[in-house]
């Protein structure tokens, strides 16, 4: 039976996800990044990557292997068909992964938070089977402000590997899915102010 408290949290690009990520650490909490699990199951063997070139084409590896971001994300990134296509792809397997991760924190019993850190929680699906839900939002200005400073100082955010895959526009979809849940209209909110919020997890 497990134990712990399964939260996930999720936010827009230079909201400050990474941050309200770290604090939680701090406090205890398990933190399972999916980015890192996203890029875990494109490595080299790994049966993902495999369907991934016989999709996309041996274009989309580089020459010892690995795969080429910026090649695939220049394929999907305005054809929402072979960007779900994609997801069909690596999601599958990040929920394999993350499973297996959980399943070692209930064989240690642990009785604390597991926070899984997903960029693009809402658009998978994967919000629904949280036991929690924690949004980060913040106001557009402070947002294209916070990104503009990253790339500056030369810094990628988390899930860059889905950021190439969800450029379309999915953002825009989970913002409004987002507010709509948690009844917090961006409009209303301070600038330059961030808001972490959570929610049970939606049916």
Excluded: N
Excluded at 31 to 45: C, H, N, Q, T
């Amino acid at each position: 039976m497990r134990r712990f408290l399964l939260v996930g949290l999720t936010g827009g690009i230079a909201t400050g996800k990474s941050t309200v990520s770290q604090m939680f650490a701090h406090l205890g909490a398990k933190v399972v990044d999916a980015d890192l699990l996203a890029r875990e199951v494109v490595m080299p063997g790994q049966p993902a990557l495999a369907e991934i070139a016989a999709e996309f084409g041996a274009d989309v590896l580089q020459p010892d292997g690995h795969l080429d971001r910026k090649r695939l994300g220049a394929i999907v990134f305005s054809d929402p068909e072979r960007r779900k296509r994609l997801e069909q792809i690596t999601h599958p397997a990040i929920y394999v992964r993350q499973q297996r991760v959980l399943s070692v924190y209930e064989e240690e019993a642990f009785e604390g938070v597991v926070l899984w850190d997903a960029a693009v929680l809402i658009e998978s699906g994967g919000a629904k089977r949280m036991d929690k839900l924690v949004v980060v939002l913040t106001d557009p200005a402070t947002e294209l402000a916070s990104a503009h400073g990253a790339r500056r100082h030369g810094r990628r955010g988390g899930a860059r590997a889905h950021r190439d895959a969800d450029a379309g526009g999915g953002q825009g979809e989970a913002r409004r899915l987002r507010d709509r849940q948690l009844g917090h209209a961006r409009r209303d909110r301070a600038p330059g102010a961030r808001r972490c919020t959570s929610s049970s997890s939606p049916t």
